[in-house]
């Protein structure tokens, strides 16, 4: 073989070297893409929804406790605290208690989710005959929200008390 051949053979070794290079980084550069996009899209995923309270939507009860509204630490007020909100859910009147005006509100989707019903003294007796009637409706609510510390075995948590003071803000779908 002459020089001239061994040269050109030797460059094309090189060219097909660096053709199969940038295979590689086309390839590298498809899954940083497809991570950075990935990312992207789990991070938009879990942000918190912020919940218009002057709408004349009622919020299901699972919806109202993730939002950003009520997302806050202890001894720190949410934002939701202090607002007129409007929630639908289902009662259990098993754990009711007539006697201190209370009962838990249910999501109706999952019941893990709940938020405390205080009512005013002079409605105790006519929301809970109401509620005995609604039996497996689903409900709906209107009242103000107040918030308290809620400590627990190695942190606190921050819940919500929904109090009622008018017998027409308890109303079934």
């Known amino acids: 073989m002459r020089k001239n051949e061994i040269q050109s053979i030797y460059w094309i070794a ?43 939507k009622y919020f299901d009860v699972e919806q109202f406790l993730k939002s950003s509204n009520c997302d806050t630490d202890c001894q720190k007020a949410a934002s ?26 249910n ?23 109401k509620l005995d009637d609604f039996k497996d409706e689903v409900v709906r609510v209107e009242g103000e929200i107040e918030g308290f510390d809620a400590p627990t075995n190695v942190s606190c948590d921050r819940k919500f008390i929904l109090k009622i003071d008018d017998e027409k803000k308890v109303t079934s779908e």
């Open 107 to 129: 999501d109706v989707e999952n019941e893990k989710y709940q938020i405390n019903v205080k009512l005013d003294p002079s409605i105790v007796d006519i929301v809970f005959y």
């Open 14 to 56: 090189q060219i097909f070297n660096l053709y199969n290079n940038l295979k590689h980084i086309k390839i590298m550069k498809r899954i940083i893409a497809y991570i950075v996009l990935s990312s992207i899209v789990l991070l938009s995923s879990c942000k918190k929804e912020t919940l218009d309270f002057t709408s004349d």
């Open 80 to 105: 939701c605290e202090g607002k007129i909100v409007k929630l639908r859910g289902k009662v259990n009147l098993d754990n009711a208690v007539k006697e201190q005006g209370e009962f838990w509100l």
